[in-house]
C-alpha cells in the first residue's frame, strides 16, 4: 500500500514537472522604465540603459550575457560568430513624426535591404498596439545570423524589439524571447 502510493505521488509530481510551463519553473523579474515593461526570466541577463538612443534594454541568455559587457580598451571589436542578444527599445533613429505604422515598417525594410533578406512578415498585436513581425535572413558579411523584429508605434513614437542569433543558437532561444515579447507592456 505504501509502495503505491509513493508510485502515484511520484507520477503525479512527474506529470506536474512536465507540463508546467517554462515561466513557471523559471523565476521572473518585471523591469521597466518609463515608458515600457516587461518579465524577465531569471535565465537571461540584461542591461537597462537610457541614452541618446532612447529607452533600451539589451538582453541576452546568460550563456551570452558577457556580450553585454562594454569592450574593454584595446580590444579587438571581433566579428561574433556564436551570438544571442535582444533588445527593447524606443526607435529613436526614425525621425519622421506623426506617421503611420506601415510608413515606418517599409523604412526599416528599406533600411535594412543590403544586409538582410526579409523572409516574412507578420501583422499582430504587442502591448495593445498593433504591430508587425519581420523575419529576416542575413546575407554578405551578415550571412550567418537569423533575426526578428517586432515594430510597433505607440502614442505616435516607433518602438522596435529584436532578437538576433547566429544560425545555430536562432532556434533554440527563440521560444524564449518570444515569452519576453509576451510580457511586454507600454507603462502609459
Sequence with gaps: MVGLKLLSLSVLLTL????????????????????FSIKIPDTWTYVKTLGTGGPSIYL?????????????????????????????????TYN??????DAYVKNRIDDLRSEYNISSTFNGAIGNEKAVKLTKIGIGEKINSRVVEYLMLHKREPYIITYSADTNHFDKYLPEFEQLVRSFKFVN
Design 60 to 92: 541576452a541568455p546568460s550563456e551570452f550575457g558577457s556580450l553585454l559587457n562594454p569592450p574593454k580598451e584595446g580590444q579587438d571589436d571581433k566579428k561574433l560568430v556564436d551570438f544571442v542578444l535582444s533588445l527593447f527599445r524606443q526607435d529613436t
Design 16 to 35: 506536474v514537472l512536465v507540463f508546467l510551463p517554462v515561466t513557471a519553473i523559471h523565476a521572473q523579474e518585471k523591469v521597466a522604465n518609463s515608458y
Design 96 to 101: 519622421v513624426k506623426n506617421a503611420p505604422l
